[in-house]
């Protein structure tokens, strides 16, 4: 199976070669991803400068370091750089839950997200924060998953979304098909912190706090908080289906 992974935290991140060490014996894996930390950057791509890629060995394996985000990463890989389009993409393993309305932010769930609109299967994986940096749990989870993927496909456009809790194995209470939540993992609750550098010249610092999931039912952060693997599975298209029918009754004042 040849299999791309991604991610948003660089090419240099524990995760991402976690994730290589396993899969890498038993698949054809190729590592493409950005050359630093892109995080939080969305589904953005890089149109004002041109992407370069460097081949480099870190961590004990090779990958392509490339000078753009995690969308740019998967698609310059899957019609540039890979000879043949890989079976499946999977992007992580991202240090932090990605959860709620934070999915409109992460470049790691945007990496799968652009897999998944050029007609790749995709998996988006998440370890919730946690100062232990035992990628084991995952790495298996993960494994079995893209089988089961690559086995049974994915509808068009659909990819999922994984996220493991910060517990150790035996506490795990098992597996969780959920939506996505509307609480984010990060809440923006202090603003900014406005502040004056050396030179007198003001800047900011976007505050964020840590809270709690929000107990939504069936969501991906309440499957967090009972220790359970939340997979989710998220579509492309963002169209409000509910809303088309109320629209139409609207009166725009045009022919």
Same mark, same amino acid.
């Given at each position: ?21 396993? %899969? ?15 995080? *939080?950057?969305?589904?953005?791509? #890089? ?19 490339? #000078? ?53 299967? *995709? ?16 790495? *298996? ?18 990819? %999922? ?52 999931? $929000?107990?939504?039912? $069936?969501?991906?952060?309440?499957? %967090? ?16 289906? $509910? ?13």
């Amino acid at each position: 199976m040849d299999i791309l992974l991604t991610n948003d935290d660089g090419i240099h991140a524990e995760g991402l070669w976690a994730m290589e060490r396993v %899969l890498s014996g038993r698949h054809n894996v190729y590592v493409v991803a950005p050359d630093k930390e892109r995080s *939080a950057i969305g589904h953005s791509i #890089t149109l004002a400068h041109p992407l370069r890629v460097n081949r480099i060995k870190t961590n004990g394996g090779w990958g392509y370091a490339v #000078t753009g985000t995690p969308a740019d990463c998967v698609k310059l890989a899957i019609r540039e750089i890979l000879e043949r389009i890989p079976d499946i993409v999977v992007s992580g393993i991202n240090p932090g839950a990605n959860v709620g309305i934070n999915l409109n932010y992460s470049g790691t769930v945007s990496a799968a997200k652009e897999a998944a609109l050029m007609g790749v299967p *995709a998996i988006a994986v998440s370890k919730d924060l946690s100062l232990n940096d035992n990628y084991s749990l995952v790495t *298996a989870f993960v494994s079995d998953l893209i089988a089961k993927v690559v086995k049974n496909g994915l509808p068009r456009a659909t990819f %999922l979304n994984v996220n493991i809790p910060d517990c150790s194995p035996e506490h795990i209470q098992g597996v969780r098909i959920t939506r996505q939540g509307t609480a984010p993992l990060i809440s923006i609750k202090s603003g900014f912190h406005r502040r004056v550098d050396p030179r007198n010249e003001v800047y900011y610092w976007q505050g964020v706090e840590r809270q709690a999931f $929000e107990e939504e039912v $069936e969501s991906d952060g309440a499957a %967090l908080c009972a220790n359970c693997i939340s997979v989710t599975p998220v579509q492309c298209d963002m169209t409000d289906y $509910e809303s088309i029918e109320t629209l139409k009754t609207w009166d725009f004042g045009l022919a």
